[in-house]
Every structure is written in C-alpha cells, then in structure tokens.
C-alpha cells in the first residue's frame, strides 16, 4: 500500500484478503499443483506472493495472500468502528439497567412513594410485576444507542480536529483540554438524537398508564404535548450530559494513563488484550462515579420537566430545593452510573479490539515512520 505498518493496527482474520481488499496486486492462483511436475507444464507461474522468510520453496496450494484485515487511524473506517463501539456501549448497558432508572426516576418524581432503593423495587413488583420493572426499554435501547453512536465517534474526531488545530506540542501539553473540548463537542451533537426518546422514556416509566411503551407512548406524548415537546428537556439534558460526558472522558482518559504509570509495570503495548481491558473497565467505574455526582441535579430536572407537563426550571427548583436536587435518587446513581460507565468503556474497547484497534487512553501509539 506504500505505507508503513506503523500506521496501522492489524489482526489475524479468517477472511481471505481478495474479499475485501481493493488492491490489483493481490492475486491468487494454481502454482504447483504437484511436485517436480514435467517441465513446461506450469513453466508460466504467478508472480510470488507467499514465501517463508528463509526463503523455502512455495508450497503446493492455492497461494492466497496473508490475510492482513486493517484499520488505518483516523480514516473513515476507524471512525466507523468508533460509532459503531458507541452504539453497543451505550445502546445494550442502558437498557440492561432499565429496572435501576426506572426506580431512580420515580424516586426522583415521587419521593413520598419511593422512598429507598429497597423500598422502590418493592413498590414497582407489588404494583407492576416483573415485567414492570423493564418498563421503557424500547425508547431506552433506541435513544442511547444513537446517543452513543454520536458520543464516541464524534469524539474520536473532534479529538483529532483539535489536537492537529494545537499542534503536537500543545497537544501533548494541554492534553486534558483537548479530552473536554472534544467531548463536550461531542455530547452537544449527541444529545439532539438521545432528547425525544428520552422524552418518551420518563413519561412512559413515571406515569402508570399512560403507555405500554415507545408504540404507543410517541403517539401519545406527540398528541399532548407536540413534536416541540420532544425538545423540551434538551437543555436540561445539556446540562446533564455535557459535564458528565467531559468528566467521563477526561477522567477516564486521565485515570487510565495512571494506572499504566504508577500501576503496572509493564508498558500498555506489552500488556495482554485481557488486562488491557480490565484496565479499561477499572478507569471507566472510577470515572463513572465522578460523572454521577456532576450530572445529578442535570438529572433531577430532565426527569421532573419530562413528568410535568408546562413545568419550568425554577417550578422544579421550588418543589425539590437545591439540597434535593443535589441529592435526591444520588446513591443510587452513582452505583448506576459506576457500573454503567465502567461496562461502557470495556464494551467499546472489547469492540476495538476485535476489529483490530487499540484500547483508549495509555501510552500514545508510536508516531508514523515516513515512508
């Protein structure tokens, strides 16, 4: 291809090459059907493509070339996988905690009647059943995995965007600044998808009745409250989701980079796929735990807006106080949060890894040789 193997990172496919490669070079073809075979038979042979680094005779095969399944960085297929990480991560842990946001957000609404974790699951069986406790799961799956699409492949780029705008010395030295700017970059985008689903989630899960779930319940909330009403949480949900996607980024980034300094002795490159990603669960639980407690009173009053119909910001001040909306529905959040974010960040690092990317945050990749 003209570069060099620096800029990429590979893995071992099972796919032949021919299948998916674009280049005219790589052929296969019948070479030595049989050894020793009688002169002129197979005198015209293909151009060698596989030979064993002492030099060995081909063997008697079809000659396939080594089959070298590549993302270059940054190309559009590296931000393809990124996106595509990002709607697993986000779409399948979401919805796995459904049975913990559903009582989160109906501590957080009707505090009177939900008064502990313990006693809130004992509220939602007795009422609603098993069944119950998975109510909203289809706006759920379908609004986070968008959201996480958005999340990590646009902060993948912007990522890039910014740190080639610096340059590599004030990248390197504003680093952290760059992890904020490209994820709060990020979130303003992923947020405008996540904001209707989200609309349709709280109402379907804090008000028995008013729908089973996202069939029913859009056309319900688009007949009461508009498709204006769809957006009428997105700044709260800005306000939410754009400190705790900074913090979650940043932090992770930063905690990750420890762990590989202070932690393990060995250098990332040199760590097994396994401990790599224990690493990144580990920093993701930590950053996790920092995000919730940022974005907490941001998640008060998505939830108490998305309830109340015609409700204000200072409506949700007035009724929960500042104290409230600090705290109300907080542990359990943050044990949420912790686990969301920690699995978060495994899964989309799992998924690099199986198409053949680094793990995030660590020991940089080594710079590109010229060719």
């Known amino acids: ?114 008064k502990s974790i313990t006693s809130g699951f004992g509220v939602l069986l007795k009422e609603q059943g098993l069944k119950g406790f998975f109510r909203g799961w289809v706006p759920t799956l379908f609004g986070y995995s968008a959201q996480g699409a958005c999340k990590f492949g646009f902060y993948e780029f912007f990522k890039k965007y910014y740190s080639d705008m610096a340059g590599p010395e ?54 009461s409250d508009g498709v204006s009403g769809l957006y009428k949480g997105l700044v709260p949900l800005w306000g939410r989701q754009i400190p705790y996607t900074m913090m979650k980024f940043a932090s992770f980034e930063t905690i990750v980079e420890m762990l590989y300094k202070y932690a393990i002795p060995t250098p990332k490159e040199q760590c097994s796929k396994s401990l790599q990603l224990g690493v990144s669960f580990a920093g993701g639980y930590v950053a996790g735990v920092f ?45 949420m949060i912790g686990t969301l974010t920690g699995a978060q960040w495994g899964i989309y690092d799992a998924f690099k890894v199986f198409v053949g990317l680094p793990t995030t945050g660590g020991a940089a990749p080594p710079p590109a040789e010229k060719a």
């Open 1 to 114: 291809m003209g570069q060099s193997d620096d800029q990429h990172y590979s893995r071992q496919s099972l796919m032949p090459s021919f299948l998916y490669s674009s280049s005219s070079k790589r052929l296969f073809y019948l070479d030595a059907l049989m050894n020793n075979t009688k002169a002129g038979l197979l005198n015209r042979s293909a151009p060698s493509v596989s030979r064993s680094s002492s030099g060995a005779s081909r063997t008697a095969s079809f000659v396939i070339p080594a089959p070298k399944e590549k993302i270059e960085m940054y190309s559009p297929a590296f931000y393809a996988a990124c996106t595509a990480g990002g709607t697993l991560s986000c779409g399948l842990t979401h919805t796995a905690v459904t049975p913990l946001d559903l009582v989160k957000c109906n501590m957080q609404i009707d505090p009177a009647k939900y």
């Open 170 to 223: 004030y990248a390197a030295k504003y680093k952290t600044l760059i992890y904020l700017a490209g994820s709060a970059s990020a979130e303003l985008i992923a947020d405008v998808a996540l904001c209707p689903m989200e609309a349709v989630k709280v109402r379907v899960q804090t008000q028995p009745g008013f729908a089973r779930g996202l069939g029913d319940g859009l056309p319900k909330f688009l007949k």
């Open 291 to 335: 995000c919730a407690v940022v974005s907490h009173p941001a998640d008060n009053l998505v939830s108490f807006l998305n309830n109340a119909k015609g409700a204000s910001v200072g409506d949700a001040v007035k009724k929960m106080g500042l104290w409230g909306l600090c705290t109300r529905g907080l542990p359990l959040r943050i044990v």
